[in-house]
């Protein structure tokens, strides 16, 4: 009996405070809205958080460089895995609550939330990437013409490869992603349409793995290599790390994405693989929007980045492929089509 | 008679709390190697509760891992290992949030029609492994999770605009289309904001799943059944369709488990629709032994957890301690358990030795008189 006893007390003390825990009734009303408009930015990632290489990272760079410039103090929050709306809503509330302005939403998953939460701080920029369905007086959509940069790496893909077959790989299959097959393809067959296009998507939603495990990019990469590609493209975050490997192994030619993967330290050792990088300016995008509110002239609406700002591009940092004159003047003359509206590059496969 | 079963009473909570206590030290062990204060943490979730919106994020948050737990424990009762809840929760959700979107009805069938929906195809999905094991004998662990990994790529698929999706202009989302207003299930308009009305359902099932399995004879089949297969048959239960049954049910309730989400919140289903509800179910359901009770405790604890985990991101500390603090209560669960089950049966062996050897003495004395 005395055993029973000694565990029923400790168990009666846990319950208890289990209960106090879980039954708390407090209603106190959180409202520390202080107003001071002056140096606080906050960013809430998207699935991967910091650290994916790619996406997210451009984000951070984006405050970090705001941090440093603008003398504004930069505030993160990643996303719990699984999460549903309510905890997007309940993210942005306590970033703005905070006292942050402007408040970005990195990744289109935000939207929803963010039409919900700005309408309450009217005073609060919200930033909101990838996404134009929703808007309003203080929210600036900051998208990108992905399927322009693509483009220009098609045409780059077409004129490079030998054995006329060339390999997209897309890390998940999104309609975001697609926009990148579908310039990428439209590139290469616009060029020369013989060249065979191998596309293949790692993993399918809600399995976000194609954005974060480059095993998969690997394996991808080299059934493409296989079957005779010699240049191959990887949009697929830190996952297309991977393919940059087998491909820069088995001496073909990469294409990066996002940022101009041929500078990155972790891909040092393939750097003279890596043809060229699509990047996409997040961190520029993220950098003006803290810009715009600190100068009290906050941007709203559409902002669209495209090639003829350098929102869009295709990185020239690989000597071995500026000195390749005729495909550079191939993407030349490409980009000058497009911005001149000589051609449409279309956004859906 | 009374003694004995506040003994038992005893000896049932004494597992959960030993786990929660264990997995609790382990946690502050954790954040004290990494360097970081072993109490802070604890004070900033304490803090976060406070706030009113916080309050009712749980509380939807635990609706939903209620019914999930329920689905899985329907499985656990019946000896069932249903690791498929995610699947079948997803691929519910999904088919109701089309046929929710595509028809027009009045408020109270509409929403009748979604929720009918869901079981149907969550039943269903469940149903193909309670099928393949009663038929083929495929352990349904096996057949339940290689069912998710089918039912996300059906999913991907259905999902598409070719399909029976659709992608919002100027979004780089794609959703089912919305559900019209007659099929949203109101809710309770608080301050901190509105409590789900299927979170009530969700409870009021808890009552539905006690009764049924301590009060009918349904019940006591499935619990012999789940005790032992072969003594249940002899005594005149069709095991088989027990099984199939059992499935049945587990998954109906596991496509209950989207409906607070989809009918209070969201209106659609699209690509950031929460994912691993189930397999937090699972962690539920067997913290909570199975009981509607202590489902309840154990999903408002784990929704606790979840919920105010995100404050301490923004305090500098790393929100991931929650989610090993969940992780620690699994391991810590399965070993208390053993370990309660041991000491219970010892317990009984020691009172049953006791009153032999009594019942021995007096025999003796009644011998020697």
Not at chain 2, 13 to 23: F, K, S
Not at chain 2, 169 to 176: A, I, R, Y
Not at chain 2, 255 to 265: D, F, H, N
Not at chain 2, 282 to 308: M, Q, W, Y
């Amino acid at each position: 009996m005395r055993r029973i006893t000694r565990i029923a007390t400790v168990g009666i003390a846990s319950t208890a405070l289990a209960l106090s825990v879980t039954a708390c009734g407090s209603d106190s009303s959180s409202g520390s809205g202080s107003d001071d408009n002056g140096g606080k930015a906050a960013i809430a990632y998207d699935i991967g958080g910091r650290g994916d290489q790619s996406f997210n990272d451009a984000a951070y760079a984006g405050l970090v460089e705001a941090e440093e410039e603008l003398d504004v103090q930069g505030t993160e929050a990643e996303p719990s895995e699984g999460e549903g709306d309510p905890d997007k809503v309940q993210r942005l509330t306590t970033l703005a609550r905070a006292g942050n302005n402007p408040v970005i939403g990195v990744g289109f998953a935000y939207a929803p939330a963010i039409a919900e939460v700005a309408p309450k701080f009217p005073d609060t920029t919200f930033g909101l990437i990838d996404d134009t369905s929703k808007t309003g007086p203080n929210i600036a959509n900051l998208v990108f013409n992905e399927e322009q940069g693509s483009y220009l790496a098609g045409v780059a893909a077409a004129k490079v490869t030998e054995s006329d077959t060339v390999g997209f790989i897309g890390g998940v299959e999104t309609p975001l992603i697609k926009k990148f097959e579908a310039g990428f393809v439209q590139g290469v067959k616009d060029t020369n349409k013989d060249v065979n296009v191998k596309v293949q998507y790692l993993t399918q939603p809600p399995d976000f793995g194609g954005f974060s495990k480059p095993d998969l990019g690997k394996a991808a990469a080299q059934g493409q290599l296989d079957a005779g590609a010699d240049v191959i493209y990887a949009a697929a975050g830190l996952a297309g790390a991977g393919a940059i490997e087998a491909t820069a192994n088995a001496g073909k030619w990469a294409i990066g994405v996002d940022s101009d993967q041929y500078e990155q330290e972790g891909l040092a050792a393939y750097k003279e693989r890596i043809l060229t990088s699509v990047t996409k300016n997040v961190s520029g995008a993220v950098f003006n929007l803290i810009k715009s509110v600190q100068d009290g002239d906050p941007q709203n609406g559409e902002i669209r980045y495209g090639l003829e700002d350098d929102g869009v591009a295709l990185s020239l940092s690989n000597p071995a492929f500026t000195e390749m004159t005729d495909v550079i003047e191939a993407v030349d003359k490409a980009k000058a089509d497009i911005i001149a509206g000589r051609i449409t590059v279309k956004t859906a496969p | 008679m009374k003694k004995f079963d506040k003994d038992r009473l005893l000896l049932g909570l004494a597992g959960p709390v030993l786990a929660l206590v264990v997995a609790f030290l382990l946690t502050s062990v954790v954040l004290l190697l990494s360097g970081l204060s072993a109490i802070e943490p604890y004070e900033l979730m304490f803090q976060q509760l406070e706030f009113t919106d916080i309050q009712v994020l749980i509380i939807n948050q635990t609706g939903i891992y209620y019914l999930a737990a329920l689905a899985v424990a329907v499985g656990f009762r019946m000896n069932l290992f249903n690791i498929g809840v995610d699947g079948q929760y997803r691929l519910a959700v999904m088919l109701a949030a089309v046929v929710g979107a595509a028809v027009d009805l009045p408020g109270p069938l509409h929403i009748l029609l979604i929720v009918l929906v869901a079981m149907f195809v969550g039943a269903m999905w469940a149903g193909i492994a309670g099928v393949l094991k009663t038929t083929r004998g495929v352990s349904e662990v096996v057949s339940t999770i290689m069912l998710n990994a089918i039912a996300t790529s059906l999913i991907a698929w259905m999902i598409l605009p070719a399909n029976l999706g659709q992608q919002p202009p100027g979004s780089n989302q794609l959703n089912t289309g919305e559900i019209p207003e007659s099929g949203w299930f109101p809710g309770l308009q608080l301050d901190g904001g509105e409590i789900y009305g299927f979170t009530f359902v969700a409870f009021a099932l808890g009552i539905v799943y006690w009764f049924t399995l301590n009060r009918t004879r349904f019940g006591f089949d499935l619990r012999a059944t789940g005790a032992s297969q072969s003594a249940a048959q002899a005594s005149g239960v069709d095991a088989k369709r027990m099984v199939l049954t059992a499935m049945l049910i587990s998954g109906a309730v596991a496509g209950l488990a989207g409906m607070p989400m989809l009918l209070g919140q969201t209106h659609t289903y699209s690509l950031s629709f929460p994912v691993g509800v189930g397999f937090v179910g699972i962690t539920i359901a067997l913290l909570g032994r199975n009981n509607p009770v202590g489902i309840f405790f154990a999903s408002l604890l784990v929704a606790f957890l979840d919920k105010t985990a995100e404050g301490l991101d923004l305090a500098g500390y790393p929100k991931e301690i929650a989610q090993i603090m969940q992780g620690l209560i699994v391991i810590a669960v399965v070993v208390s358990y053993e370990l309660v089950r041991q000491y219970g049966l010892r317990r009984q062996q020691q009172k049953v030795g006791e009153e032999l050897a009594a019942q021995a003495r007096k025999n003796k004395e009644v011998a020697a008189a």
